[in-house]
């Protein structure tokens, strides 16, 4: 064999080499596996870390924001601690999730105005849900944050606290308050309030 035929021999293997060297590297990318988004909260919590708030809420790596469905319980409300008489004031709000106990509809009120009942955990987000105060005309004349009075991570009853200050109304006019369950998922199938005609 000549030095050329040799050398030709030697380029030739080469190139081969680098061949192989080259397709084994790219059959190694594409094996690589290609994650896919999140669709819901339980894919998501799966993968990446879940804020601790109530209820969990998961944010993918792209920002889209997951929030964990609580299921609503149907354990009936608790009984109070003194029998109910003709006398006393009746609540107000939604069976099973809110009870408003001041004030009662069509309660005589002023400023400041203290509202006070209880919620299951699942009406609060981060210990407190917003109250609003409207006049006859549905104009907004206060607002601020109902507290809770208690653990309010929990699918139980929590008492809350509000207090509105607003500037006087006509005497006699009306009025409405609204309790909104908060909704930090934006969602507005998840949107609930209970609403209460007030005196001024």
């Known amino acids: 064999m000549n030095t050329n035929t040799r050398t030709a021999a030697i380029i030739g293997l080469i190139i081969l080499v680098a061949i192989a060297i080259y397709a084994f590297a790219s059959s190694n990318e594409r094996k690589e596996e290609v994650v896919a988004e999140p669709m819901n909260f339980t894919e998501c919590a799966e993968r ?75 009406w609060y987000f981060e210990a407190s849900f917003p109250v609003e105060l409207r006049d006859t005309s549905g104009r907004l004349i206060a607002q601020g944050p109902a507290q809770a009075q208690g653990e309010w991570m929990t699918e139980n009853f929590v008492p809350f606290r509000a207090s509105l200050t607003y500037p006087a109304q006509p005497a006699g006019s009306k009025g409405t308050l609204i309790l909104r369950k908060d909704n930090p998922s934006g969602d507005p199938a998840r949107d609930q309030s209970v609403s209460i005609p007030v005196t001024f």
């Open 48 to 122: 990446y870390p879940v804020m601790e708030s109530y209820p969990r809420r998961c944010v993918s790596p792209s920002g889209v924001q997951f929030v964990e469905t609580v299921a609503t319980t149907t354990a009936p409300a608790p009984t109070p601690t003194t029998p109910t008489t003709p006398a006393q004031p009746q609540t107000s709000g939604i069976p099973n999730l809110i009870t408003v106990s001041s004030p009662t509809r069509d309660q005589k009120v002023s400023s400041p105005l203290t509202v006070t009942g209880q919620a299951r955990g699942t």
